[in-house]
């Protein structure tokens, strides 16, 4: 069996702390345990589809462990199998150039792949290694938590402690001035953002999408804490969390076939209906992009370091359509197939929920 001796490397979709630490160990552990190569795929799918790659070295990677976002560069809009470009009459339009991947792996010599991102990036890769046999393994990314073949993501932990801390400082302003307070977190259709930094920073209310909300039952408990002479409230909600028999609330839609919702706006359509029902002061956060940037936490560059040492092991035992994946205390391979298959998201009857409502948070039913 001929010897793994160029690996490349994207990062694809949104970015997250923990992407340079994912890259500096795969650099690292292929350099000095290996003597393999690495090439950074610059701008996720889009360096893969134009052949914009740079080689790494080692220098390239110093000093990068505790730095946010990536050095390779990201995308969340190309995908090869539905890439845009203008036609003849300048034009966009949606084309499959999966075959200019081969030809960018081909002409640099990679002998596999590793593809670090959330569902979306790993779906492709998924589907280059099924249809074009294309040597890929996955590594787990994202804030949202939402990936299956991974007890939790990397990014996740950062996301959750800027989250976590922008709930205490709202705390204290809420009880100041008496005021219901929604802080809206990210997280796309999944809960997981929410519901710990609900826990975490002791919110009254934790609305996620997995659980469909009622105003008036966010409104009886509100009635319960002034009833206890509390007059402030604070009520953490998922990006993605929606009313009973309503709809997800989103800033608008852009024509992006691959993702064309941006979420947005729950934490206003709440506080203003609440304030209403209630006569209480209301106001609403957007927490946004501040909880994707920054440092990565130290559980974060841990988690990081392991899933980039790891997807080197898998690359030289040619554990090709594998997703690297926390499972208690080990890293364990996952087909992409079976980890991309389905989100993961919060099961309503899962501890944490049970926990949060043992101690009296509503989570809006
Ligand atoms: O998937 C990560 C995430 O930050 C989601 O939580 C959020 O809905 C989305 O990306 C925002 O995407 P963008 O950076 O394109 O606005």
Not at 209 to 217: D, M, Q, S, V
Not at 345 to 365: E, S
Request: aromatic share 6%; with cysteine; proline share 4%.
């Amino acid at each position: 069996m001929s010897k793994i001796k160029r690996i490349g490397i994207l990062t694809g979709g949104g970015d997250c702390p923990g992407l340079n630490a994912v890259i500096r160990a795969v650099v690292r552990t292929a350099a000095l345990q290996y003597g393999i190569e690495v090439y950074g795929i610059l701008d996720g799918y889009y360096g893969l589809i134009n052949n914009k790659i740079k080689k790494l070295e080692i220098n390239d990677v110093a000093g990068i462990l505790p730095r946010g976002g990536t050095i390779l560069g990201t995308s969340n809009r190309d995908n090869p199998f539905k890439y845009a470009e203008p036609n003849s009459n300048g034009k966009k339009e949606y084309k499959d150039v999966s075959h200019r991947v081969i030809e960018t792996i081909e002409n640099n010599r990679l002998d596999v792949l590793i593809t670090v991102g959330g569902d979306g990036t790993n779906a492709i890769a998924n589907r280059l290694f099924e249809t074009h046999n294309i040597p890929v393994i996955g590594v787990p990314k994202t804030i949202d938590n939402d990936l299956n073949g991974t007890d939790v993501t990397f990014g996740f932990d950062t996301a959750l402690t800027v989250a976590t801390s922008s709930v205490d400082k709202i705390h204290s302003t809420a009880e100041s001035h008496h005021r219901i307070m929604v802080i809206e977190v990210m997280g796309r259709y999944a809960g997981w953002i929410a519901l710990g930094a609900g826990m975490g920073g002791g919110g009254d209310v934790i609305l996620i999408p997995e659980i469909p909300f009622r105003l008036e039952k966010i409104k009886e408990k509100i009635d319960e804490r002034t009833k206890r002479g509390k007059r402030f409230s604070l009520i953490v909600a998922a990006e993605g969390a929606k009313p009973e028999g309503g709809e997800m609330v989103y800033a608008r839609k852009v024509d992006d076939p691959n993702d064309p919702i941006r979420l947005g706006g729950i934490s206003q359509y709440v506080g203003n209906r609440i304030e209403d029902m209630t006569g209480i002061e209301t106001r609403y956060t957007i927490l946004g992009h501040v909880q994707r940037g920054g440092s990565p936490t130290a559980f974060d560059r841990i988690l990081a370091t392991r899933f980039g040492y790891h997807a080197v092991e898998a690359a030289c035992e040619k554990k090709f359509g594998y997703l690297v994946g926390l499972r208690g205390q080990d890293i364990k391979l996952t087909p992409i197939e079976e980890a991309v298959a389905v989100p993961r998201r919060v099961a309503p009857d899962c501890d944490l929920i049970k926990t949060a409502m043992a101690v009296g948070t509503n989570f809006g039913f």
